[in-house]
């Protein structure tokens, strides 16, 4: 158990304003007992890991040169803000059995310290300036200082910042912490120009920052707290846009983190000692399910097949893409955006790209998923992971997938139930030329079964079960729920009819149909947001219809790391319950 005692500094430091008492040896103290505390709040509940340890000694340096809340520091991602959390009153956090009273990034309910909310990347330099400009506007004073790790510049956004914050008249301080890596490493040929700024000390004429209008200092020695000082007290108070570029090393402190710097870039749970984690996965998943079939049509199949993602191959297992087939491996950094446009133009050339990302990220990339890929019908495949119901952050739900591909023409969403299915579909997809396809794994265990049909282009139920009076339609990886709902419903005396929707963008008009004859209630059951969702479909296809529609999902609401659980209690996603619901309407 850690916690903090009166043979630490921290127990003196209970703000900013304790820190600028202390001595250099103190603060060099400090940063040792800081990273304790991080590493044993990740180790138990999980988090940010590397990028944490890494900026120890410049969220020191910062709270001892400037004036927070005053000076205004914006945290790009905000998932190395742990130790400004923990020097903002908020070290208890840290401590065991406190580590629910604080988010995993930038809160503004929680400190006066904290000015957004944010858990994506690459938005820091566009705040920062938004914030300075206001500042202007106002007659006020105060610097204004963002954060951006190096793998951040990859994002559009960033660019967009740079562009704007560049005319700024007046202070805007931006730290680019440059440590070499992005979540994996970083991609792209922003990154050979900046180790030619680190190979010449920040001294080479050809120089990104200084050509977009800033004024540019180099600082290679990150870690080295003393150095930093001296640079922020150098240049604070200045009258026009700078940037630092500052070097640090990404999880020092803990030599695991050091060297795994993937691996240790956000973890779950784990071992401090061996560095493994203590929740052991499933030996069969949808991810390695994918990965098989990939690997397969790479190597044996199909020429043409490439794989797409943007900074994240560890959330899908690509890096086994990565290692062995190079050449058929895109990785565009954070650029949700770029990848869905790069997708569009290699499937309208014939090439196969398989595009991966994350429910949370895919939404940077709508206006592409519009303009580029649907409008063009261009036949890329594009895989969602982490759509579900999650006890996530609210900068990282889930949940809002559905609604926005459904409601965008030309893309056909599919959601698998089973291995099978997923297979069938993966092969389908890969085949047709005719329009965008893309597949939700589901988030729950696998699950197996025998496959309907193997041509996707129209929508076609199946019918795992007929009855009367009662259907159940159960969304991809809530088809298992569903299972239960029967199974409740049988107790209770009603042979209901369950089925497997199987694509989400489209109605099977003949198989809704078909219930009005001898089905009073159908329940639908997705694992996302009801607003827009799939269910709100099909309620509306009985809109003029004696049938009473039952939809199940989540409400459109952010949850800040509520147990899934208790999200499964509130939405009433309990088999008893939506049986007990379907007995009242009949």
Same mark, same amino acid.
Request: aromatic share 8%; net charge negative; with cysteine.
């Given at each position: 158990m850690?916690?903090?005692?009166?043979?630490?500094v921290?127990?003196?430091?209970?703000?900013?304003?304790?820190?600028?008492?202390?001595?250099?040896?103190?603060?060099?103290?400090?940063?040792?007992?800081m990273?304790?505390?991080?590493?044993?709040?990740?180790s138990k509940?999980?988090?940010?890991?590397?990028?944490?340890?890494?900026?120890?000694?410049?969220?020191?340096?910062f709270?001892y040169?400037?004036?927070?809340?005053?000076?205004?520091?914006?945290?790009?991602?905000?998932?190395?803000s742990?130790?400004?959390?923990?020097?903002?009153?908020?070290?208890?956090?840290?401590?065991?059995?406190?580590f629910?009273?604080?988010?995993?990034?930038?809160?503004?309910? &929680?400190?006066?310290?904290?000015?957004?909310t !944010? $858990?994506?990347? #690459?938005? *820091?330099? %566009?705040l +920062?300036?938004?914030?300075?400009?206001?500042?202007?506007?106002?007659? &006020?004073?105060?610097?204004?200082?963002?954060? !951006? $790790?190096?793998? #951040?510049? *990859?994002? %559009?956004? +960033?660019?967009?910042?740079?562009?704007?914050?560049?005319?700024?008249?007046?202070?805007?301080?931006?730290?680019?912490?440059?440590?070499?890596m #992005?979540?994996?490493?970083?991609?792209?040929?922003?990154?050979?120009?900046?180790?030619?700024?680190?190979?010449?000390?920040?001294?080479?004429a050809?120089?990104?920052?200084?050509?977009?209008?800033?004024?540019?200092?180099?600082?290679?020695?990150?870690?080295e707290?003393?150095?930093v000082?001296?640079?922020?007290?150098?240049i604070?108070?200045?009258?026009?846009?700078?940037?630092?570029?500052?070097?640090t090393?990404?999880?020092?402190?803990?030599?695991?983190?050091?060297?795994?710097?993937?691996?240790?870039?956000?973890?779950?749970?784990?071992?401090?000692?061996?560095?493994?984690?203590l929740?052991?996965?499933?030996?069969e998943?949808?991810n390695?399910?994918?990965?098989d079939?990939?690997?397969?049509r790479?190597?044996?199949?199909?020429?043409?097949?490439?794989?797409?993602?943007?900074?994240?191959?560890?959330?899908?297992?690509?890096?086994?893409?990565?290692?062995?087939y190079?050449?058929?491996y895109?990785?565009?950094?954070?650029?949700?955006?770029f990848?869905?446009?790069?997708?569009?133009?290699?499937?309208?050339?014939?090439?196969?790209?398989?595009?991966?990302?994350?429910?949370?990220?895919?939404q940077?990339?709508?206006d592409?998923?519009?303009?580029?890929?649907?409008?063009n019908?261009?036949?890329?495949?594009l895989?969602?992971?982490?759509?579900?119901?999650?006890?996530?952050?609210?900068?990282?739900?889930?949940?809002?997938?559905?609604?926005?591909?459904?409601?965008?023409?030309?893309?056909?969403?599919?959601?698998?139930?089973?291995?099978?299915?997923?297979?069938?579909?993966?092969?389908?997809?890969?085949?047709?030329?005719?329009?965008?396809?893309?597949?939700?794994?589901?988030?729950?265990?696998?699950?197996?079964?025998?496959?309907?049909?193997?041509?996707?282009?129209?929508?076609?139920?199946?019918?795992l079960?007929?009855?009367?009076?009662?259907?159940?339609?159960?969304?991809?990886?809530?088809?298992?729920?569903a299972?239960?709902?029967?199974?409740?419903?049988?107790?209770?005396?009603?042979?209901?009819?369950?089925?497997?929707?199987?694509?989400?963008?489209?109605?099977d008009?003949?198989?809704?149909?078909?219930?009005?004859?001898?089905?009073q209630?159908v329940i639908?059951?997705?694992?996302?947001?009801?607003?827009?969702?799939?269910?709100?479909?099909v309620?509306?296809?009985y809109?003029?219809?004696?049938?009473?529609?039952?939809?199940?999902?989540?409400?459109?609401e952010?949850?800040e790391?509520?147990?899934?659980?208790?999200?499964?209690?509130?939405?009433?996603?309990?088999?008893?319950?939506?049986?007990?619901?379907?007995?009242?309407?009949?």
């Amino acid at each position: 158990m850690v916690k903090i005692d009166q043979t630490w500094v921290l127990d003196k430091v209970n703000g900013p304003e304790d820190v600028k008492k202390l001595t250099v040896p103190e603060m060099k103290k400090m940063a040792g007992e800081m990273r304790k505390l991080i590493l044993n709040r990740d180790s138990k509940v999980g988090g940010h890991v590397g990028p944490n340890l890494g900026v120890v000694e410049l969220t020191i340096a910062f709270h001892y040169v400037f004036d927070s809340p005053k000076d205004k520091i914006i945290w790009d991602v905000s998932h190395q803000s742990y130790g400004h959390k923990i020097l903002t009153g908020r070290k208890q956090g840290f401590e065991d059995g406190h580590f629910s009273e604080i988010s995993g990034f930038t809160s503004p309910a &929680e400190s006066p310290h904290d000015f957004f909310t !944010i $858990g994506h990347t #690459s938005t *820091s330099i %566009g705040l +920062a300036t938004g914030l300075a400009t206001a500042r202007d506007l106002q007659g &006020e004073k105060g610097n204004v200082v963002a954060l !951006i $790790g190096d793998g #951040s510049l *990859s994002g %559009g956004l +960033a660019f967009e910042g740079l562009n704007n914050a560049g005319l700024l008249k007046s202070n805007l301080i931006i730290i680019v912490n440059d440590n070499q890596m #992005s979540i994996d490493e970083d991609h792209g040929s922003l990154y050979p120009h900046l180790a030619e700024l680190r190979r010449t000390n920040g001294k080479s004429a050809n120089n990104i920052f200084k050509a977009l209008g800033f004024d540019y200092r180099y600082l290679g020695e990150g870690n080295e707290l003393e150095k930093v000082i001296a640079l922020f007290q150098d240049i604070k108070d200045i009258d026009h846009p700078i940037v630092l570029h500052i070097c640090t090393e990404k999880g020092l402190g803990y030599p695991l983190a050091m060297e795994h710097k993937m691996e240790f870039h956000w973890k779950p749970p784990f071992d401090l000692k061996t560095g493994k984690n203590l929740r052991k996965l499933p030996a069969e998943t949808y991810n390695k399910i994918m990965m098989d079939y990939l690997e397969k049509r790479i190597r044996e199949d199909d020429p043409k097949v490439v794989a797409i993602d943007a900074a994240i191959p560890g959330t899908f297992g690509l890096t086994r893409i990565k290692e062995d087939y190079p050449e058929r491996y895109f990785d565009a950094g954070i650029a949700e955006q770029f990848t869905i446009t790069f997708a569009t133009a290699l499937a309208s050339a014939g090439v196969r790209p398989v595009v991966f990302h994350a429910s949370t990220f895919l939404q940077r990339a709508y206006d592409q998923l519009v303009h580029d890929l649907a409008i063009n019908k261009s036949p890329a495949v594009l895989i969602v992971g982490s759509g579900d119901i999650s006890d996530s952050d609210e900068t990282h739900q889930g949940t809002f997938d559905i609604p926005m591909i459904t409601s965008i023409p030309n893309i056909k969403y599919l959601a698998p139930t089973t291995k099978e299915e997923l297979l069938s579909m993966l092969d389908w997809a890969l085949a047709q030329k005719e329009m965008p396809v893309a597949i939700r794994l589901p988030e729950h265990r696998v699950q197996h079964g025998e496959v309907l049909t193997n041509d996707y282009s129209q929508p076609l139920y199946q019918f795992l079960q007929r009855g009367t009076k009662v259907a159940v339609l159960g969304l991809g990886g809530f088809l298992p729920l569903a299972e239960e709902v029967i199974s409740d419903l049988k107790e209770k005396g009603i042979q209901g009819t369950l089925i497997n929707p199987g694509t989400i963008s489209e109605l099977d008009e003949g198989a809704l149909e078909e219930l009005k004859k001898d089905h009073q209630v159908v329940i639908t059951l997705e694992d996302g947001s009801l607003d827009g969702g799939f269910g709100e479909q099909v309620d509306h296809f009985y809109s003029d219809a004696q049938m009473n529609v039952l939809n199940y999902g989540a409400l459109k609401e952010f949850n800040e790391d509520v147990t899934r659980e208790i999200l499964y209690d509130r939405y009433h996603l309990k088999a008893a319950e939506i049986a007990d619901e379907a007995m009242q309407r009949l």
